[in-house]
Nanobody, 116 residues
Framework: QVYLAESGGGLVQPGGSLRLSCAAS????????IDWYRQAPGQQRELVAS????????NFADAVKGRFTVSRDNVWNRAYLQMNSLKPEDTAVYYC?????????WGRGTQVTVSS
């Protein structure tokens, strides 16, 4: 069974930073792309960033380019989303996602709130 679990969310002031973690099990983690999505209240879930099985293949939404980075630890089966220069519009529930055998797997999400 594929299992993803996010952690690291919280309340942060504008301009602050947070690092989200995604712990994975049930897959050969190093072979899988891990995506980070977010969903704000009343809005559709949107792709924020992806990290490929080769750590050099990263992609970012335009809204977060230059502020967010992604990384992974294939020993501990974790992916990370480092979020810097946070803005109130970054407030959302953040999810990690992967596909395994053509099925989508999601974590339960972690709330990020950017507010003064």
């Amino acid at each position: 069974q594929v299992y993803l679990a996010e952690s690291g969310g919280g309340l942060v002031q504008p301009g602050g930073s947070l690092r989200l973690s995604c712990a994975a099990s049930g897959i050969n983690f190093r072979l899988y792309t891990i995506d980070w999505y977010r969903q704000a209240p009343g809005q559709q879930r949107e792709l924020v960033a992806s990290i490929g099985s080769s750590s050099g293949s990263n992609n970012f939404a335009d809204a977060v380019k230059g502020r967010f980075t992604v990384s992974r630890d294939n020993v501990w089966n974790r992916a990370y989303l480092q979020m810097n220069s946070l803005k109130p519009e970054d407030t959302a529930v953040y999810y990690c996602h992967t596909q395994h055998r053509a099925k989508d797997f999601w974590g339960r999400g972690t709330q990020v709130t950017v507010s003064s």
